[in-house]
């Protein structure tokens, strides 16, 4: 009844391909709208915005850049983590080298430095792929993690081998630093991830989305229907590796103000991957909602016995946490292996269909 379609008629093919062919979709995207651009800011507080909106904001663009690249292109990867060091390191070096730099255009320059560096660590899927990519990307992982602490210009030669972000300010507004406010960096990374976010939704339902999902399903069919494997392998890391790149620059500059090497270690790639496989591979919406459950849900499940009055010791807390987060990622994976974006889509089928059970 939701999703009563009787009456939406397509007289065209062009309408029958748009971005939101049944109408009740478009309305569920503005009410999600509705509630980042508007309900949460006037509900939220200062820890709901720094524990919960933000960094889901950035985990999903992570793993949608990934996703392009593992989800559409069926390139494995395992140094998402190393590409987003790349590109907050990026950052911070233009900041520094170029002070009055607007801080938005070196988040997007930043993203330029990560898709060069993902190109050249791209260039062996020319010649491998499967398990001996993700051998070759790892590789990536640990050596640019090793570049990022020995390598001292890159941190200005800091004694603390971190990296401090300053204090930037856009129109008179701190938007970054110590002095920038919560609900000021909710609304800049929500208009950057919004933004990346129409970027790719239209890139994946182009031709070179179709040429990419050619090559993940059978690249040799797909060479030999005059489909560039260079060029789209190569393409493919790219737009990935930007898209990492600028969710490695707001990690840092947006979120946690501070950086050592250690923090885009390999912790951070198998994070960034299982929510991209747990909300879906080859889908956008799977990355906000992988993102939800791996990135939200611990932080409000640790919440609940503090605000019932519950006296259970922190510890006991934390172990209940990781029992629950992981039972609820196995019984998703059995019930549709898919991911969460593919068990979204099956409940909208039958709210189409209903109450017919066919």
């Known amino acids: 009844m939701l999703y009563r379609t009787a009456g939406q008629f397509k007289t065209s093919y062009r309408a029958d391909h748009a971005l939101f062919p049944v109408r009740q979709d478009a309305w569920l995207l503005g009410a999600i709208l509705v509630l980042a651009l508007f309900v949460f800011p006037l509900t939220a507080n200062e820890f709901v915005f720094r524990a919960l909106l933000i960094p889901v904001l950035i985990y999903a663009l992570a793993a ?12 494995l990867s395992l140094g998402t983590g190393a ?21 938005i255009v070196a988040i997007a320059l930043s993203g330029f430095v990560s898709a060069a560096v993902g190109i ?35 941190y200005n030669d800091n004694a603390s081998g971190a990296i401090q972000v300053p204090t930037v300010a856009m129109f008179g507004v701190p938007i970054a630093g110590p002095n920038a406010t919560a609900i000021v960096q909710y609304y800049v990374v929500l208009a950057i991830v919004g933004a990346i976010t129409f970027f790719c939704i239209n890139i994946t339902r182009g031709r070179i989305g179709r040429e990419w999902k050619a090559v ?16 789209s392998k190569l393409s493919a890391f790219a ?60 932080v409000v ?58």
């Open 120 to 154: 050249v660590f791209g260039l062996p899927s020319l010649r491998i792929k499967g398990f001996y990519l993700a051998i070759a990307t790892l590789a990536a992982q640990f050596f640019l993690v090793w570049l990022f602490d020995k390598w001292t210009w890159l």
């Open 64 to 75: 949608l850049g990934l996703n392009i690249l593992t989800g559409y292109a069926g390139q």
């Open 216 to 231: 993940r399903d059978m690249d040799i069919a797909a060479e030999l229907v005059g489909i560039n494997l260079m060029k």
């Open 301 to 358: 499940i640790s919440a609940l016995p503090a605000s019932f009055g519950l006296p259970i010791a922190s510890a006991t807390v934390e172990h209940l946490n990781t029992m629950t987060i992981g039972a609820l990622i196995i019984l998703f994976l059995i019930v549709e292996p898919h991911g969460l974006a593919r068990f979204w889509t099956s409940i909208r089928e039958k709210l189409i269909m209903w109450p017919f059970p066919h």
């Open 83 to 103: 590409f987003m060091g790349v590109g907050a390191y990026a950052c911070y070096k233009l900041t520094t080298i170029f002070p009055d730099l607007n801080l």
């Open 239 to 298: 737009v990935s590796s930007y898209v990492v790149g600028v969710a490695g620059a707001l990690f840092v500059f947006l979120w946690r103000g501070a950086a050592e090497p250690t923090a885009f270690d390999i912790p951070l790639s198998f994070r960034v991957l299982f929510i991209a496989i747990i909300g879906g591979l080859g889908s956008i919406l799977g990355n906000f909602l992988g993102a939800v459950l791996i990135v939200a849900l611990p």
